[in-house]
């Protein structure tokens, strides 16, 4: 079955970096695109980022563009979200996700908490 397993959030500083990672299994990874999206208290789920298919192209929302970096490897059946210059309105779970046949596949999510 599909499985997608997010790692590496956590507590961090405004101006501090983190990278999330998500472990996928049980498709055909490298013809996959991802995504991540994030979740905060009381909002609704947003998408965040995607890379496509190899990594031919990224694509970011306006809050993270310039900050956050998506990234894969395939070798690995790894996606990964670079955050940096993170600020308190990042704080949310995160989330990977991919997009198959009539199918949405989440993670279980990574909680994200920037503060001081």
């Known amino acids: 079955q599909v499985q997608l397993v997010e790692s590496g959030g956590g507590l961090v500083q405004p101006g501090g970096s983190l990278r999330l990672s998500c472990r996928a299994s049980g498709f055909t990874f490298s013809n996959s695109g991802m995504y991540w999206y994030r979740q905060a208290p009381g909002k609704e789920r947003d998408w965040v980022a995607t890379i496509t298919s190899f990594g031919h192209s990224t694509n970011y929302a306006d809050s993270v563009k310039g900050r956050f970096t998506i990234s894969r490897d395939n070798a690995q059946n790894t996606v990964y979200l670079q955050m940096n210059s993170l600020k308190p309105e990042d704080t949310a779970v995160y989330y990977c996700?991919?997009?198959?046949?009539?199918?949405?596949?989440w993670g279980q999510g990574t909680q994200v908490t920037v503060s001081s």
């Open positions: 996700n991919t997009k198959l046949y009539r199918s949405d596949y």
